[in-house]
C-alpha cells in the first residue's frame, strides 16, 4: 500500500508563488509516474503536472506552461509543484496521484489566489 501525503498548499496574492510537496510512503519501489491534479467544483479533475520517476521528464498543461515546474527527489519519493506567477483562476485543491502497482491518491491541497 501507498500513501501520499500533501503539503504547501494556502493563500497568496496573484502574481505570488507556492510549492506543493508529495511524498509516497510504504511500498514505493514500484511508483514510476507521479502526478498533480487539480480540480474545481463542479468541474472534471484536470491533470496540471506530470513527472516520471526515473527519467525525470515533466509534461505540463497548457494553461501552466511556463509558469509551474515539477521536480522529484527519488531519495525521499518526493515530488513537488513549484507554481510561480498565480492566478486567481489557479485557486482549486490540487491533488498528487501516483501510478505503481495501482493509483494512488493524495487528499488534497487547496490553493487560494487572492488579493
Known amino acids: 500500500q501507498v500513501q501520499l501525503v500533501e503539503s504547501g498548499g494556502g493563500l497568496v496574492q496573484p502574481g505570488g508563488s507556492l510549492r506543493l510537496s508529495c511524498a509516497a510512503r510504504g511500498f514505493t519501489s514500484s511508483i514510476y509516474r507521479m502526478s498533480w491534479y487539480r480540480q474545481a467544483p463542479g468541474k472534471e479533475r484536470e491533470l496540471v503536472a506530470e513527472i516520471t520517476t526515473g527519467g525525470g521528464r515533466a509534461d505540463y498543461a497548457d494553461s501552466v506552461k511556463g509558469r509551474f515546474t515539477s521536480s522529484r527527489d527519488n531519495a525521499k519519493i518526493t515530488v513537488y509543484l513549484q507554481m510561480n506567477s498565480l492566478k486567481a483562476e489557479d485557486t482549486t485543491v490540487y491533488y498528487c496521484?501516483?501510478?505503481?502497482?495501482?493509483?494512488?491518491w493524495g487528499q488534497g491541497t487547496q490553493v487560494t489566489v487572492a488579493s
Open positions: 496521484r501516483a501510478v505503481g502497482r495501482n493509483e494512488y
